[in-house]
């Protein structure tokens, strides 16, 4: 089976931009990439933001061999032939255009770029040979992966050829840790683009954009108006049905039992 490991990126104060990203491959390269992640690392757990920080597991290290070992693993993502994508949103952009939106939901980004993620992830396996299921495992959030789960139920009814599992892991997954690497790196880039466009390109994310194996999406302006209503959260759902159903069952209204909803009906081919 393929597996895709994942995780998300946001600046410090999640008040410019969110990213989820993914990286793809099969067995034998994942295998061979965890095995060069541990040995570089002797022990230590990845987190892009410490190590560039010196917080965690890298509090005392010399800022040059932060530097020089944060280059290092991305020169072996770039080497691993894993193939990337993520979804970044605008945060800024998003308050402006659809303010309500991060008031009645303010985990949406995280949803809307997971969503995203997957189904592109989920497209690039198709294309595998020998072709596959793929697994998919992020790095585990109490906040998110539960209504995370129930949104994967959602994509599996659209895409059941190509999806197995869902699972959260720890970051103490050498896999996980790579895919932060990857999603820190485009969050940085999007940040940059949006607020600082006069700022270089970092070395790393040069790296990785020249192996021609990592594709992104920047939704920005009035996109996201669009995009965040084609998911399931927002829109997809006959408001009449979803009350009755919900009146039915004596459920509350909350993102858990829409996209329990929206699963439902997926199910049933569109009725519910």
């Given at each position: 089976m393929l597996s895709v490991f994942g995780d998300e990126s946001h600046d410090p104060t999640k008040a410019r931009v969110f990213a989820v990203a993914g990286l793809?491959?099969?067995g034998n390269?994942?295998?061979s990439f965890r095995q060069a992640w541990n040995a570089h690392l002797n022990g230590s757990i990845f987190h892009a933001a410490d190590c560039e920080s010196g917080y965690g597991d890298f509090r005392g290290m010399p800022e040059t061999d932060r530097h020089r070992l944060h280059r290092d693993l991305t020169k072996m993502v770039a080497e691993s032939g894993l193939l990337g994508y993520g979804h970044v949103i605008d945060l800024a952009g998003c308050r402006a255009v659809v303010p309500s939106v991060l008031?009645?939901?303010p985990d949406m980004p995280y949803y809307d770029c997971f969503l995203k993620t997957v189904i592109k992830l989920s497209d690039f396996a198709a294309h595998f040979i020998p072709r596959d299921k793929?697994?998919?495992?992020?790095?585990q959030h109490k906040e998110t992966q539960y209504n995370a789960g129930l949104l994967y139920e959602w994509i599996t009814t659209h895409k059941p050829e190509n999806t197995g599992p869902v699972s959260f892991a720890s970051r103490a997954e050498p896999g996980v840790q790579a895919a932060d690497?990857?999603?820190?790196?485009?969050?940085?880039?999007c940040d940059t683009h949006l607020f600082n466009d006069r700022a270089r390109a970092r070395p790393q994310w040069?790296?990785?954009?020249?192996t021609k194996r990592f594709q992104f999406h920047f939704t920005l302006g009035r996109e996201l108006a669009q995009t965040l209503d084609e998911t399931p959260l927002l829109a997809g759902l006959n408001p009449a049905d979803y009350e009755q159903w919900r009146s039915e069952n004596k459920l509350v209204d909350n993102l858990s039992k829409r996209f329990r909803y929206a699963s439902l009906v997926a199910g049933a081919g569109g009725r519910s």
């Open positions: 793809l491959g099969d390269q994942w295998a008031n009645d939901f793929v697994e998919f495992t992020f790095d690497l990857w999603a820190r790196e485009l969050m940085k880039r040069n790296t990785i954009m020249g």
